[in-house]
């Protein structure tokens, strides 16, 4: 069985370029060119969607030098991304810098038509305020459902999100698609981010096809 909807935490970029005696900046230049390798495998394999975080809202806490290398990374593939994916971002884009805001209008606009897997980048992104946002608008529209709160989430529209991966050995979601993940699979890599190569993809789908989902049933 192949997931649909995998959705990745790339950690561990950081570390992977201090191991090396590089400035820890020079980790996310890498950790794009991992998120490339690993979705052209999944792609191939027919996932549908792939959410990776790239920017939490608590990221704007790091030093400077870290932020402007993470929207360096962003704002170069944005310019120049043209397929075979399909780019779409979620996340607070709009509190953004407007350069950067604009590249992600340019890349969702370029990709709108391509056949590939859909790439979701989380980017200024936190679940809870997600949540609150779709809750509130929900709650204004006088028509509380589940199907309206659903449906007002940033990542409405995505297949059912069916696995969660996160690479460099920490052991928890940071605030990363809490809702969805409700009945996702959770897998713990301890690999560095820009470590993963097309074989770990597979080896992400064969780890999914070995779980059981039960959806609580
Ligand atoms: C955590 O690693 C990861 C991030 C804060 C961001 C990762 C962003 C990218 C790889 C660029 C993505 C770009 C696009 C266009 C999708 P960390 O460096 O905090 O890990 P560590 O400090 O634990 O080593």
Redesign the pocket.
């Known amino acids: 069985m192949i997931p649909k909807h995998i959705a990745f ?10 191991s090396r005696g590089l400035p ?1 900046t020079e ?2 230049k ?3 060119e ?2 490339m390798r690993v979705i052209k495998r999944l792609d191939e394999r027919g996932v549908e969607a792939v959410s ?5 809202t608590e ?1 704007s806490a ?1 030093p400077q030098a ?1 932020i402007d290398a ?1 929207f360096e ?2 704002k ?3 310019r120049t991304y043209s397929g075979p994916l399909r780019v779409t971002y979620m996340g607070d884009i709009d509190a953004l810098d407007a350069e950067v805001a604009q590249s992600v209008e340019e890349v969702e606009r370029r990709t709108a038509d391509s056949s590939g897997t859909l ?1 979701n ?1 989380a ?1 200024n992104y936190g679940a809870r305020s997600d949540i609150i946002h779709a809750a509130k608008i929900a709650a204004d529209s006088g028509l509380f459902s589940e199907e309206k709160f659903e449906e007002s989430l940033s990542g409405a529209g995505l297949p059912k999100l069916d696995m969660i991966v996160r690479t ?1 050995g ?1 052991k928890r979601l940071s605030n990363f698609m809490l809702y969805e993940a409700a009945y996702a699979e959770l897998l713990f890599l301890d690999k ?3 470590d993963m190569t097309e074989d770990d993809a597979d080896a992400v789908l064969e780890e999914f096809s070995r779980r059981v989902r039960k959806f609580g049933r």
């Open positions: 935490i790339m950690d561990g970029n950081g570390r992977w370029a201090s820890r980790g996310y890498h950790g794009l991992a998120l990776a975080f790239a920017f939490s990221n790091r870290e993470i990374q962003v170069k593939f944005n790439l980048i980017l460099g920490e560095l981010w820009p």
